[in-house]
Each structure stands twice: as C-alpha cells, then as structure tokens.
C-alpha cells in the first residue's frame, strides 16, 4: 500500500506571497493532521480534518488554512507568507475508526520544506 | 494543557548497546495514549512503538520497549542491541482522544549510534 505523499517536497517564496501544500493520505485513511516542525518551536499541530470537515486547529494564525477533499486528500493554505514560516510541514494520516486497536496511528509524508525569503 | 518533555537533547549509544531515552508528560487524563517516532535524516517520521494508557504490560516492538509508569507519567523508550540505522531524532508524543487526532510531541532526542 502506498504510503502518505506530500507535493511539493521544496518550496520557495517570498515574504507576502501565499502557498499551497498539497497531502494525499494511505488508502482508506480517513484523517489527516498537520503539523509545522521547526528548529525552535519543534512539532507544532496546525490542524485536523476528518470526513471533509476539520475537527481540531491548533493554535495558529488565521493566515493557515485547510480543507480537505471527498477522497481525502488534504490541501493546506498559507496566505501572506512571513519569514517565520520557513518550516518543514508535515502531513500525517490515520485510519482513525471507533474504538480502540489503534487505529488512531498517525502515518507521516515526507514533508514539504518551504522556504521564505 | 498537554505537555510533553524529553529531558536528554543528545545521547549516544555504542552499537550492539542499549539505551533509554525518557519522556515525561503531563495530563489529568486517566485514558490516552503514548507514541514513540523516530525521524531519520531523511526526515521521514516513524513509528517506532505505542501505548495505550489503560493497558498495563509495556509495548514492545522488536528491539524497542517501553517502560510505561503511568502514576509517575513516564515514557521512556529503550533500545537493545543499538545498530547504525538507529540513529536519528526520537520523538515522545501524547494523544487524548477527546482531541480528536492531535498530537503532542515532546522537543526530540537525538540518539548517535557509535561504531
């Protein structure tokens, strides 16, 4: 089974521009999180979606964004890009069913590392 | 909140060794679970080894195991017979399903296997 694929896997903008990250999940995985890693701020949640709808946001300008499509694949937006957001984003699925088994397990991408300048 | 720790930035093993690397959380939850990842250079996350709350017998993977003290709320990952391709960054991560799928991930160790 194909794992979790992130596109692009390298980005370059600059300061004021927006961007998109696009997440396609491991077949059947119906939850995608993601997550912002830096050297300082280490793994940070930005968000998650579940059956299209997003059911967590960690705590995150409203400048970050997602959605996520009816085959599950997830894309995420951040408009009016600054420098502090030079990071590697992280995309992680699970199958998240009820109940316990652990399906909760979350699944890593690659990353897409985006660089601001 | 949820915080994760992880006390050890850097630890060195020599191959064929064991080492333990240590994760402590905080939470009033009696139900949750407990992650271990590894991130390689490549900087592709791993699953290593998890944890539920509400079993007390310590998960074991292979060569990894956990030693899993939850009144003291400790996590520690133990690694026997260290090999090259062990090192990497180690990640400690904490879930409350009432959170939904969010996880909390502690600041990383990053183990260096000595030949």
């Known amino acids: 089974k194909a794992g979790v694929t992130q596109t692009p896997r390298y980005l370059i903008k600059t300061r004021g521009q927006q961007v998109t990250l696009s997440c396609s999940p491991i077949?059947?995985?119906?939850?995608v999180s993601w997550y912002q890693q830096t050297p300082g701020q280490g793994l940070q949640f930005l968000f998650e979606y579940f059956s299209e709808t997003q059911r967590n946001k960690g705590n995150f300008p409203g400048r970050f964004s997602g959605r996520q499509f009816s085959n599950s694949r997830s894309e995420m937006n951040v408009s009016t890009l600054e420098l502090g957001d030079s990071a590697l984003y992280l995309c992680?699925?699970?199958?998240?069913?009820?109940?316990?088994?652990?399906?909760?397990?979350?699944?890593f991408g690659p990353g897409t590392r985006l660089t601001v300048l | 909140a949820q915080t994760v720790t992880q006390s050890q930035p850097e630890m060195s093993v020599q191959e064929a060794e064991t080492v333990t690397l240590s994760c402590t959380y905080d939470t009033s939850e009696s139900d949750y679970y407990l992650f271990w990842y590894k991130q390689p250079p490549s900087r592709q996350m791993i699953l290593v080894i998890r944890q539920e709350a509400y079993k007390q017998q310590n998960a074991t993977e292979n060569r990894f195991s956990v030693n899993f003290q939850k009144a003291a709320k400790s996590f520690s990952l133990k690694i026997s017979d260290s090999q090259l391709g062990d090192a990497a960054m180690y990640f400690c991560a904490y879930r409350w399903p009432n959170t939904g799928n969010q996880f909390y991930f502690g600041t990383g160790t990053s183990l260096t296997v000595i030949p």
């Open positions: 077949s059947g995985h119906r939850s």
């Open positions: 992680a699925s699970s199958l998240a069913l009820r109940g316990r088994g652990g399906t909760d397990t979350q699944y």
